[in-house]
C-alpha cells in the first residue's frame, strides 16, 4: 500500500483528506483547529500577495526622497513599542487564560483592567511622542529643508496611528482568543484591499501625496479598528463592560508585564547592538546586506506565526482548565506544523538564493547570499524555540526565563564584538546568533521540564526532528525535481513539500501524545 501511494500522489493526498475527514468528526477542537488554519492560509496568501503589489507601486507613487522620509519617521516612532509590547502580550495571555477557566465575571474584571490600563498607557504615549519624540526628531533626523513641515505631518499621523492600534489590543485578542478566525482573516484582507486603494488615491489626489498617504493610512487604521470594536461589543460578552482596575488582576498583568519587559528589551537591543558592530567594523553596505537577509527572516517566520495562530489559543485554553497533557499535544504539533512551515519556504530560498535575489533585487550588496541563508537557519532554530512560548507564558510562571533567556541574547554582542576585532568575517554574527539560539532552546526547554515535566527527548523526537522527516517524506519519483530546478519545479508541481500528506499526522499525534502522557 505504502509503495502505492507513493507512485500515485494525487491518490495519496485524497487518501490523506478522508482519513483526515474522519478524523476530523471525533474531535471538535481539532476541527476548529484545521478550519482556523485554513482562515489563516487565505489570509496569509492574499494579504502578502496585495502588500508585494502595493510596496512597489507606493515607492513610485511618492519618489525615492519622500518613501524614505515615511520611513524613518515612521519608523521612529514604531520604537514607542517598547512601551508597549509587554502589555500586549500581557493582553492575550491574560484574556485568553480568563477565557478558558470559563469564569465570566473574572473575565469580565480582567477585560476592564486591560482596557483601563491601555487608555492610560495611550495617554503616556501621546505625552512622550509630543514633548520628547518630536525633540528628537527636529533635533536629530535629517530630512530635505523643503520637506520639513511634511515630515512633521507624517510624524503626528504616525503617532496617531499608533495610538489607535493601542487602544484596540483588548479587542483583538478577543477576536484571537475566541478564536474567530474567519472575522480575523476578512478584516486583514479587507485592510489589505483598503490599502490597495491608497495607491489610486495617490495618484488622483490633488494634495500632498506624502501627506495624503498618511492621512489614508491612519483613516484605514480607525476603520479597521471600529469594525473591531463594534464586532467584540455585538459578540462577546466581556467586551460590553466599562472602565475600571481591579486590584488583584492589576497586580498580576503589572507583575507579568514587567519581566516580559526584559525578554523584549534584550531582543531589540541585540538586534540594534550587532547592526552597530557590523557598521563599525565592515561599513553601510553590509549593513545593507544584513538588512536584506532580515526582511526575509521577517517575511518566513511571519508566516509561520500566523498560522501557527490557529493553535495557540487553545494551548492557553487547556492549560486553564488543567488540562496538561493535551496543552503539551498541542505544543508538539505546533512545533510540527511550524517547523514544516519554516521548511516549506526556506528550503527553495537556500538552494536558489541567488536567483531569488537577483529575480528580487537585480544587484545586491556583497554577502547577502551568506547571510540570508544563515538568516533562514536561525529562523528555524528560533520557530522550534518559540513553539513553547505559549504552554510557557500561560503559566505566567516568567520571572526566571525572562532574565536568562535575555542575558543570552545580549551575549551575542560582546561574543560578536570579540570575534570581529579578532578579524572574522561578518557572517560570524550570525553564526553566533544561531548557536546562542540552539543554547536559548534548550535553557528554555528545560526550565519548561521544571515547571510542566515538559518531555523534552519526546519533543526533539517527535516534533523538531518529526517535522525534517514529514518534509523530506518525498517518493523516489518526486526527487527528479533537484535535477530541473527548484523553481521549475515549484511552477510544474513536482515540489512535494507533503502538507496534505502528513496533516493526519499531525493531528494524530495529539490524541497519541495525551495517551503516552497520561501512562
Known amino acids: 500500500v505504502r509503495v502505492f501511494f507513493s507512485q500515485n500522489g494525487i491518490t495519496r493526498r485524497v487518501f490523506s483528506l478522508i482519513i483526515l475527514t474522519v478524523f476530523m468528526q471525533t474531535s471538535i477542537n481539532n476541527k476548529h483547529i484545521v478550519k482556523n488554519t485554513a482562515y489563516l492560509y487565505v489570509r496569509l496568501v492574499v494579504s502578502l500577495a496585495i502588500g508585494l503589489f502595493t510596496s512597489r507601486i507606493i515607492l513610485s507613487a511618492l519618489g525615492v526622497s519622500d518613501y524614505g522620509i515615511y520611513n524613518i519617521v515612521g519608523g521612529f516612532v514604531s520604537m514607542l513599542s517598547l512601551f508597549t509590547i509587554s502589555l500586549s502580550g500581557a493582553t492575550s495571555r491574560f484574556i485568553t487564560f480568563e477565557l478558558g477557566r470559563g469564569d465570566m465575571e473574572r473575565m469580565k474584571k480582567t477585560f476592564a483592567t486591560l482596557s483601563t490600563l491601555v487608555y492610560l498607557l495611550a495617554v503616556i504615549v501621546l505625552i512622550l511622542g509630543e514633548t520628547v519624540g518630536l525633540w528628537f526628531v527636529k533635533e536629530y533626523l535629517v530630512i530635505p529643508d523643503e520637506r520639513?513641515?511634511?515630515?512633521?505631518?507624517?510624524?503626528?499621523?504616525?503617532?496617531?496611528?499608533?495610538?489607535?492600534?493601542?487602544?484596540?489590543?483588548?479587542?483583538?485578542?478577543?477576536?484571537?482568543?475566541?478564536?474567530?478566525?474567519?472575522?480575523?482573516?476578512?478584516?486583514?484582507?479587507?485592510?489589505?484591499?483598503?490599502?490597495?486603494?491608497?495607491?489610486?488615491?495617490?495618484?488622483?489626489?490633488?494634495?500632498?501625496?506624502?501627506?495624503?498617504?498618511?492621512?489614508?493610512?491612519?483613516?484605514?487604521?480607525?476603520?479597521?479598528?471600529?469594525?473591531?470594536?463594534?464586532?467584540?461589543?455585538?459578540?462577546f460578552e466581556e467586551a460590553k463592560v466599562k472602565w475600571g482596575i481591579d486590584k488583584n488582576i492589576f497586580k498580576d498583568i503589572f507583575s507579568y508585564s514587567a519581566w516580559i519587559t526584559i525578554g523584549a528589551s534584550s531582543a531589540i537591543f541585540k538586534e540594534q547592538g550587532v547592526n552597530v558592530l557590523v557598521n563599525m567594523f565592515f561599513g553601510v553596505l553590509f549593513n545593507a546586506a544584513r538588512g536584506i537577509s532580515m526582511q526575509v527572516y521577517g517575511v518566513v517566520s511571519q508566516f509561520s506565526y500566523s498560522i501557527g495562530q490557529a493553535i495557540t489559543p487553545q494551548i492557553t485554553k487547556e492549560y486553564a482548565v488543567g488540562n496538561l497533557p493535551r496543552a503539551i499535544s498541542l505544543t508538539f504539533i505546533l512545533a510540527k506544523v511550524q517547523g514544516i512551515l519554516i521548511m516549506t519556504l526556506s528550503l527553495p530560498l537556500l538552494l536558489e538564493t541567488n536567483y531569488v535575489l537577483g529575480l528580487w533585487l537585480g544587484e545586491f550588496p556583497d554577502y547577502t547570499v551568506a547571510f540570508m541563508q544563515w538568516a533562514l537557519i536561525l529562523c528555524y532554530t528560533r520557530t522550534l524555540e518559540d513553539t513553547h512560548g505559549t504552554l510557557y507564558l500561560a503559566t505566567g510562571n516568567v520571572k526566571c526565563l525572562q532574565i536568562i533567556g535575555g542575558g543570552l541574547m545580549l551575549l551575542n554582542i560582546p561574543i560578536d564584538y570579540v570575534f570581529l576585532k579578532q578579524g572574522f568575517e561578518p557572517i560570524i554574527t550570525m553564526i553566533i546568533g544561531a548557536v546562542l539560539e540552539v543554547v536559548t532552546m534548550f535553557v528554555a526547554f528545560m526550565y519548561l521540564k521544571k515547571i510542566v515535566k515538559f518531555p523534552i527527548l519526546c519533543f526533539y523526537r517527535e516534533a523538531a526532528i518529526g517535522s525534517m522527516r514529514a518534509f523530506f517524506n518525498f517518493s523516489s519519483s518526486d526527487i527528479i525535481f533537484l535535477e530541473r530546478g527548484v523553481f521549475s519545479a515549484l511552477l510544474f508541481g513536482q515540489y512535494r513539500i507533503c502538507i496534505y500528506d502528513n496533516w493526519f499526522e499531525l493531528f494524530d499525534c495529539i490524541e497519541h501524545k495525551r495517551e503516552k502522557l497520561n501512562n
Not at 155 to 175: D, E, G, K
Not at 196 to 213: A, C, E, H, N, Q
Open 148 to 235: 520639513w513641515k511634511a515630515a512633521l505631518f507624517v510624524y503626528h499621523c504616525s503617532l496617531l496611528a499608533f495610538i489607535v492600534n493601542l487602544i484596540a489590543l483588548p479587542y483583538n485578542s478577543c477576536v484571537i482568543a475566541h478564536e474567530k478566525m474567519n472575522f480575523f482573516a476578512i478584516v486583514s484582507v479587507l485592510d489589505s484591499v483598503l490599502k490597495l486603494g491608497i495607491v489610486y488615491m495617490l495618484y488622483i489626489s490633488p494634495f500632498d501625496r506624502l501627506r495624503t498617504y498618511a492621512v489614508l493610512l491612519v483613516a484605514i487604521g480607525v476603520i479597521i479598528r471600529i469594525i473591531y470594536i463594534i464586532y467584540c461589543k455585538h459578540t
